[in-house]
């Protein structure tokens, strides 16, 4: 049995790298670490190196880990030296055992409970863990962490629709560090496993189970999502550098009341006028140029910054003042400038809080991402296993 599963295992390595069921996650992206503790929640696990089986880790038990002066894992079960290592295997013995993880930071950080397999090897960084891990058990995470646990069953299942996309187009988005993706924002948030706070996660995903978004040509949909458009999408050149045909602007009233759609923020007008001149010399001698800045003005989505010569994307502006959005107005108040914005995110691709009040309004999946992905349609991928 112990040398079974390791064998299914090196199978499933196998297998991703000839184009992948399971998704390899690397989790806790965002911290570094340099020792943890793991304790087994529910089912039994056991812990392998490359060259074989170490020992089981039972419901309740805890293991730590810690790496030493020469980078090598330093393994203890309840206590017990277990040996030193280079990479360690954490396996499940079914899909529904979970466990807890505690990394052990300079920062504290929050335990998170996964379900799936484990890598943890050392990098530079510290302590590198992956979750492998079936795609719909995934995406129920990335639901709970991107949407929270309280929306409509009809909306998790149109995130559920984007998201898997979104991991079917990304597998590879950090192949060169030998994982699929980041538990991030850079990729998706997926902070642990779907507790079962709301049935209408698990429904929204097994509703919808194996279904993606591809074009009129059959092609992978790319499917970007935010949190408010502000009440007009973006497009995708006006945030990066790239511009994909399938994003055109269009207007939505959905999201135009809701909580996100506006917001203000003030800049000491000195503060802006010299970024504006350090790092686009602009000229700040020039009086009429510097009314322009100090009242320029976005009824529509706008990609530059008063005139597109002066060569300012709205986009360093944002990343430069930390702005909610790039869709805002400029008003001069004394020594300040009022920022007044509207949305919150890029703009592009789907709009949460417009698509949460379609939901309210009635509206079914379909006709959600009908709106929100104009060409789109939906398809049956071969890519996820379910673990239910
Ligand atoms: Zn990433
Ligand atoms: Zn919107």
Redesign the pocket.
């Known amino acids: 049995m112990k040398n079974l599963k390791f064998l299914i295992l090196l199978l499933t390595f196998y297998s991703l790298q000839s184009g992948a069921q399971n998704l390899r996650v ?1 989790i806790f ?1 965002e911290s570094q670490f340099n020792s943890l503790s793991t304790e087994a929640i529910h089912g039994n696990y056991q812990i392998h190196s490359p060259s074989g089986y170490i020992a089981e880790y039972n419901e309740g038990q805890s293991l730590h880990l810690q790496l030493n002066t020469s980078k090598k894992l330093h393994l203890t079960k309840n206590g017990e030296f277990l040996g030193l290592f280079d990479t360690l295997f954490i396996l499940q013995s079914n899909h529904q055992d979970y466990l807890k993880i505690k990394p052990e930071g300079k920062v504290t950080i929050k335990p998170r409970q996964y379900e799936g397999d484990f890598e943890v090897t050392a990098n530079q960084r510290g302590i590198q863990l992956l979750n492998l891990v079936f795609t719909e058990s995934y995406l129920e995470g990335v639901l709970r962490s991107e949407a929270g646990t309280r929306c409509a069953k009809e909306y998790y299942k149109v995130q559920a629709i984007i998201s898997r996309t979104f991991a079917k187009n ?1 597998v590879d ?2 192949e060169k560090d030998g994982f699929f ?8 948030a997926y902070y642990g496993r779907y507790n079962g706070e709301s049935k209408a996660i698990n429904e929204g995903v097994k509703d919808t189970y194996g279904l993606v978004l591809v074009d009129s040509a059959g092609k992978s949909f790319p499917t970007f999502f935010s949190a408010n458009c502000g009440g007009q999408s973006a497009e995708t050149d006006q945030i990066w550098n790239v511009s994909l045909p399938n994003y055109v602007s269009r207007p939505d009233t959905f999201c135009i009341h809701t909580r996100q759609a506006n917001w203000e923020q003030y800049i000491a007008k000195k503060e802006f006028l010299e970024y504006l001149s350090k790092n686009f010399f602009f000229d700040l001698n020039d009086e009429f140029l510097v009314y322009k800045a100090l009242n320029f003005e976005q009824k529509q989505r706008k990609t530059f910054f008063i005139d597109p010569s002066l060569g300012i994307p709205l986009r360093d502006i944002r990343a430069a003042f930390n702005l909610r959005s790039t869709f805002f107005s400029c008003e001069p108040v004394g020594e300040k400038i009022l920022l007044k914005g509207k949305g919150f995110g890029h703009g592009i691709g789907l709009c949460q809080e417009g698509a949460m009040e379609m939901v309210g309004q009635g509206k079914t999946y379909n006709e959600i991402l009908k709106f929100y992905f104009k060409g789109s349609k939906l398809s049956t991928s071969a890519f996820p296993i379910n673990h239910w």
């Open positions: 690397k992206s990304n988005k950090h993706l980041c538990d991030a924002v850079h990729c998706q």
